[in-house]
């Protein structure tokens, strides 16, 4: 787990920039991306997505899966100092997510939904119309918060751009 951590938080301190935000925990990474960045395009967002994950699998020896949905992010925080000395490597001690928990709590409800299919990658609808991606081999309807509303998720094996 530590050789994923580390692998993890080198690739997005240092080569994935439609990605602002990353966070690492037990066997888990949570990445962060504003459609609203320059050079934002759903080709180069998952490109980036799937480079960065087949990069992992490859440092770390292992197969992993993925979930991607849409969902809300946080405003910065404005009362948090701009510079954290003291702390080790200059971090703060506290890490407000910018993630909502409603998104990372539909990681879990897809997880436990369609673990079953074993796929690679679960990827919400509403982020995959227009991405050019591979045809699914399987989608299914999960209700997904915060009104259960039933959302297709698509999943996919192997890579998802025909340069993998």
């Not at 395009?41 to 997505?49: A, D, V």
């Not at 539909?106 to 050019?132: P, V």
């Not at 399987?138 to 025909?162: D, Q, T, Y």
Request: aromatic share 10%; proline share 4%.
């Amino acid at each position: 787990m530590i050789k994923m951590h580390n692998h993890a938080v080198a690739k997005i301190n240092h080569g994935l920039p439609l990605h602002s935000h990353g966070y690492v925990w037990n066997d888990s990474v949570l990445l962060l991306s504003y459609t609203t960045e320059q050079n934002w395009t759903k080709k180069t967002f998952f490109t980036e997505l799937d480079d960065f994950k087949s990069f992992i699998e490859q440092q770390c020896g292992a197969a992993m899966y993925a979930i991607s949905v849409k969902g809300l992010a946080f405003p910065d925080d404005t009362t948090a100092p701009a510079v954290f000395n003291g702390q080790i490597a200059n971090q703060p001690r506290a890490v407000v997510l910018k993630t909502s928990s409603w998104a990372m709590a539909n990681c879990f409800i897809i997880e436990k939904a369609l673990k079953h299919h074993r796929a690679d990658w679960y990827i919400d609808s509403r982020i995959t119309k227009g991405a050019n991606l591979p045809r699914p081999f399987a989608s299914e309807k999960v209700g997904l918060l915060p009104k259960s509303e039933a959302r297709n998720i698509h999943m996919f094996r192997g890579r998802l751009h025909a340069g993998g």
